[in-house]
Nanobody, 125 residues
């Protein structure tokens, strides 16, 4: 069983930045591919970013490309999402997800086995 705990959400003005963190309670974190998703009111949970188990490959939704950066620090069992140039439409609950599959590009919720509880990000205009 893998437990994921997100942190770093909050309220920020448009154009600002936030860094989300997700800590995984698993011994073999380096063998898990990781992703970030978000869910806002009236919408389905949507893919934001993913990073491969080894960190060599990252993939982004078009809506965040060039503004968000996903990274991982295996020694700390942590994956990050650096969010710059935030927009009001980025407002959502952000979820961290993990899969033991060695996939380079997991972009659907069905590809992930473990989920965190989420952290709220609110961007004011």
């Amino acid at each position: 069983q893998v437990q994921l705990v997100e942190s770093g959400g909050g309220l920020v003005q448009a154009g600002g930045s936030l860094r989300l963190s997700c800590v995984a309670s698993v011994r073999t974190f380096s063998s898990y591919s990781m992703g970030w998703f978000r869910h806002s009111s009236g919408k389905e949970r949507e893919f934001v970013a993913a990073i491969s188990w080894c960190g060599a490959s990252a993939y982004y939704a078009d809506s965040v490309k060039g503004r968000f950066t996903i990274s991982r620090e295996n020694a700390k069992n942590t994956v990050y999402l650096q969010m710059n140039s935030l927009k009001p439409e980025d407002t959502a609950v952000y979820y961290c997800a993990a899969t033991p599959r060695h996939t380079m590009q997991a972009v659907t919720t069905a590809e992930y086995d473990y989920w965190g509880q989420g952290t709220q990000v609110t961007v004011s205009s």
